[in-house]
């Protein structure tokens, strides 16, 4: 199985910046795209940022030049660097692992997700 281990969240005033972590562990044999989703109350889940396993990024127009993705492959582990934060990033933050795992006919990619992480931006 793969366990992701989420952390960073908080309570932050707008205009604060806070880091979110995401490592995966477990049966691992490559890691491809990693992201960053979120929830506000009431709302649907949207996407934040992915960046794939060539580095690429993808980022919502609503976080652009404030959240920047990140990864370190040698520790499986995903980052969100949030800067300039605003009310309306309030939410639950979950990070998304695409995870190839080795099986007997061949490699097989599956999605896990983290428990989430509150993070609260006070105005």
């Known amino acids: 199985q793969v366990q992701l281990v989420e952390s960073g969240g908080g309570v932050v005033q707008a205009g604060g910046s806070l880091r979110l972590s995401c490592a995966a562990s477990?049966?691992?044999?490559?890691?491809?795209?990693m992201g960053w989703y979120r929830q506000a109350p009431g709302k649907q889940r949207e996407l934040v940022a992915t960046?794939?396993?060539?580095?690429?990024?993808n980022y919502a127009d609503s976080v652009k030049g404030r959240f920047t993705i990140s990864r370190d492959n040698a520790k499986n582990t995903v980052y969100l660097q949030m800067s300039s934060l605003k009310p309306e990033d309030t939410a639950v933050y979950y990070c998304?692992?695409?995870?190839?795992?080795?099986?007997?006919?061949?490699?097989?990619?599956?999605?896990?997700w983290g428990q989430g992480t509150q993070v609260t931006v006070s105005s």
């Open positions: 960046i794939t396993s060539g580095g690429s990024t």
């Open positions: 477990g049966s691992i044999f490559s890691i491809n795209a």
């Open positions: 998304n692992v695409q995870v190839g795992r080795r099986l007997s006919s061949g490699v097989g990619l599956y999605d896990y």
